[in-house]
C-alpha cells in the first residue's frame, strides 16, 4: 500500500546513519526503530528527547486539531 500522506511514521532502519535533530546526533544501526520523514527523507532516533518528544508532540497537535474540528 502506496502512502499518500508526507506525514512522519515509524520504521525499522534500512541502514545505519546519524539521527538528523542536531543536539542528539545518535548512531542508528540497520534495524532499529526510527520515526522517519519521508518529506526530507530524514529521521529522528527512537530515544528522548528526538522521536519520542516528536510523536508526543504530533499526538498533542492531533488532539488539539480535533477539539478544534468538532469531533471530539
Known amino acids: 500500500m502506496a ?5 512522519p511514521y ?3 532502519a ?3 546513519g546519524k539521527c538528523s535533530n542536531p543536539k542528539c546526533g545518535r548512531g542508528v544501526k540497520k534495524g532499529e526503530e526510527i520515526l522517519y520523514y519521508p ?3 530524514t529521521f ?3 530515544y ?3 522521536g519520542q518528544q516528536a510523536q508526543r508532540d504530533m499526538d498533542a497537535e492531533r488532539q488539539d486539531e480535533a477539539v478544534y474540528n468538532g469531533h471530539w
Not at 502512502?3 to 506525514?7: F, G, K, P, V
Open 3 to 7: 502512502r499518500r500522506s508526507n506525514a
Open 10 to 12: 515509524w520504521i525499522k
Open 14 to 16: 534500512h541502514y545505519g
Open 39 to 41: 518529506a526530507t527523507k
Open 44 to 46: 529522528l532516533c527512537c
Open 48 to 50: 528522548e528527547p528526538c
